[in-house]
């Protein structure tokens, strides 16, 4: 079993009720208020999990600055008022800072037996090859 800090559990809950908020405000027809309180406390447990300089090293890598302007444009566009174009721009972002991700994930959801049989079906099988996931 893997042991957490202290910190990094309330990162895991200020991350979960983050992703909570961004999907409820996206639920209630992009509800400003309700995305701007998912970003921020989005971003702020990825501070307390993985650490604020770790933070700071992964977001600010000179080959992902275009990955972290995007996503952190998105998140103060939803600040400013205006949630459908902020909530393009931080997908974008996302998928950009975290493609490298994607694989090692997709790779641990097929072995993984309910979800690892759909994933092997013909046509998603192909689509996430495809797609080098």
């Known amino acids: 079993m893997i042991s957490l800090t202290d910190s990094q559990k309330i990162g895991m809950g200020l991350t979960g009720f983050g992703v909570f908020f961004l999907f409820f405000g996206m639920v209630l027809f992009f509800d400003k208020a309700l995305l701007a309180i998912g970003n921020i406390l989005f971003v702020a447990g990825l501070?307390?999990?993985?650490?604020?300089?770790?933070?700071?090293?992964?977001?600010?890598?000179?080959?992902?600055?275009?990955?972290t302007s995007f996503f952190l444009g998105g998140v103060v566009v939803v600040l400013i008022g205006w949630p459908i174009i902020g909530v393009v721009l931080e997908i974008y972002g996302f998928f950009l800072l975290f493609?490298?991700?994607?694989?090692?994930?997709?790779?641990?959801?097929?072995?993984?037996?309910?979800?690892?049989?759909?994933?092997?079906?013909?046509?998603?099988?192909?689509s996430t090859t495809r797609l080098n996931l």
Request: proline share 6%; hydrophobic share 50%.
């Open 47 to 67: 501070a307390f999990v993985i650490g604020l300089e770790r933070t700071f090293k992964f977001f600010f890598q000179r080959h992902k600055f275009k990955a």
């Open 99 to 126: 493609r490298g991700f994607f694989p090692v994930a997709v790779g641990f959801i097929r072995r993984v037996p309910v979800l690892g049989s759909i994933l092997n079906l013909p046509g998603i099988s192909g």
